[in-house]
T-cell receptor, first 114, second 114 residues
């Protein structure tokens, strides 16, 4: 079946650095993408989303980039803080008959060192 | 976003028994989703629950093992039946936010089966 995967399972950065978390997806029909942050013992928390008619979207300290040509999604976190340490998941929604169904990537563990 | 609560937050159960997990939302929602997150892994969609209709299960999940109820627009239950240690996971419910495709997650139910 279609799947979403990540290039790097772990990422360690120093406080204040910028972080980039990558995600590859395989379903060319996917039209909606979401990044989630999951802290230990908690459910996934929405960070930012992007639709397939866009290639970039910015939030507070976060930017999501979408490259449909190579089916690649990335999350950039500016000035990473220790509180950003968590597991980050990308998820895709193919829409159509798959409306509402999210397919999740494997996750990247981000560790921020003070 | 929607505020979602789950009960119980965690449980330890004996094999062969069943556990019913509750999901309560603070607003009326059409679609509710149940996910499983096995230890150290990503999220996998179990089923989609719409009020007034049978739940729709994903490949690999069956109603006899994971019966779902959706009695109204703010509540759903997932039962994990005849449990085995392989059912030890975090079970999460999610809903779409009002007027959006974005899914918001509950805090999860951490199940350990001995």
């Amino acid at each position: 079946g279609e799947s979403v995967g990540l290039h790097l399972p772990t990422l360690s950065v120093q406080e204040g650095d910028n972080s980039i978390i990558n995600c590859a997806y395989s379903n060319s029909a996917s039209d909606y993408f979401i990044w989630y942050k999951q802290e230990s013992g908690k459910g996934p928390q929405f960070i930012i989303d992007i639709r397939s008619n866009m290639d970039k979207r910015q939030g507070q300290r976060v930017t999501v980039l979408l490259n449909k040509t190579v089916k690649h999604l990335s999350l950039q976190i500016a000035a990473t803080q220790p509180g950003d340490s968590a597991v980050y998941f990308c998820a895709e929604n193919a829409g159509g008959t798959s409306y509402g169904k999210l397919t999740f990537g494997q996750g990247t563990i981000l560790t921020v060192h003070p | 976003s929607a505020v979602i609560s789950q009960k119980p937050s965690r449980d330890i159960c004996q094999r062969g028994t069943s556990l019913t997990i509750q999901c309560q939302v603070d607003s009326q929602v059409t679609m509710m989703f149940w996910y499983r997150q096995q230890p150290g892994q990503s999220l996998t969609l179990i089923a989609t629950a719409n009020q007034g209709s049978e739940a729709t299960y994903e490949s690999g999940f069956v109603i006899d093992k994971f019966p779902i109820s959706r009695p109204n627009l703010t509540f759903s239950t997932l039962t994990v039946s005849n449990m085995s240690p392989e059912d030890s996971s975090i079970y999460l419910c999610s809903v779409e936010g009002p007027g959006t495709d974005t899914q918001y997650f509950g805090p999860g139910t951490r199940l350990t089966v001995l």
